[in-house]
């Protein structure tokens, strides 16, 4: 199954091409109004370099976010016009979920968390089985000092035998001093290449819901939006 995996719902993002769950072509880059306007061409010039052309393609996989408001928005409008006009299935695919899953087999639990504005982060906690990634908690948006009380009240922490927590996304970026001086050596900071969303492993994620049925109709296709800070963060 040949499917797009597009993202553009953090500061990071592009388009990747997936062949049977393998990548074959990914572009990535920090995104702009510009640069995202701009990824219907890159994924032209992606499918002439596979011999591929849109009737090639069998599924689309967007992030829907948390996440941007204006970018959430582009990636989502775009994969509406490709799903309208290929008439293939879409997969809506959670921008903490696609975060979480840039971390396969990790033995303690993740948490992804997301700009939203000022100390305010979009966040939910994983436990990792393998390539599964399973939500411990529900997609939330708080302040960060709210986050990390709540990782500890709730004893994510105590849930791997490091009793320790790895935290993704830009707003582990941002928050990384608060973050370690609240959780001391508890707290690990994922590595820079794994903070944002991949289109590729959006892509992947996607593939798999399609295989299950779970799509999504292009008129009911919408940015995953957690209350009106979403709208007024970037």
């Known amino acids: 199954m040949r499917v797009v995996g597009i993202d553009t719902s953090t500061f990071t993002g592009g388009i990747a091409l997936i062949d049977n769950g393998q990548i074959v072509s990914e572009f990535n880059a920090y995104i702009t109004r510009r640069n995202s306007e701009g990824l219907m061409g890159v994924l032209d010039r992606m499918l002439k370099d596979l011999d591929w052309n849109t009737k090639d393609l069998e599924g689309i996989a967007v992030s829907v976010g948390p996440g941007s408001f204006t970018g959430t928005r582009i990636g989502v409008t775009m994969a509406k016009v490709l799903g309208y006009s290929l ?97 001391m050596e508890q707290a690990v900071i994922g590595p820079p290449w794994y903070l944002g969303p991949k289109p590729s492993v959006v892509a992947i994620m996607g593939q798999s819901k399609i295989n299950a049925g779970d799509i999504t109709d292009p008129r009911d296709l919408v940015p995953f939006y957690m209350g009106k800070s979403s709208a007024e963060g970037t």
């Open 87 to 183: 008439n293939i299935p879409i997969s809506a695919v959670v921008t903490l979920d696609a975060v979480a899953a840039n971390v396969p087999f990790m033995k303690i639990p993740v948490c992804p968390l997301i700009c939203a504005r000022r100390n305010i982060v979009y966040n939910a906690v994983y436990n990792i089985d393998g390539s599964d990634i399973q939500r411990a908690a529900e997609y939330s948006v708080g302040k960060i000092d709210e986050v990390i009380n709540n990782i500890k009240e709730k004893g994510y922490i105590y849930n791997s035998e490091d009793c320790k927590i790895m935290f993704l996304g830009d707003g582990a970026v941002r928050h990384k001093q608060f973050i370690q001086e609240n959780l």
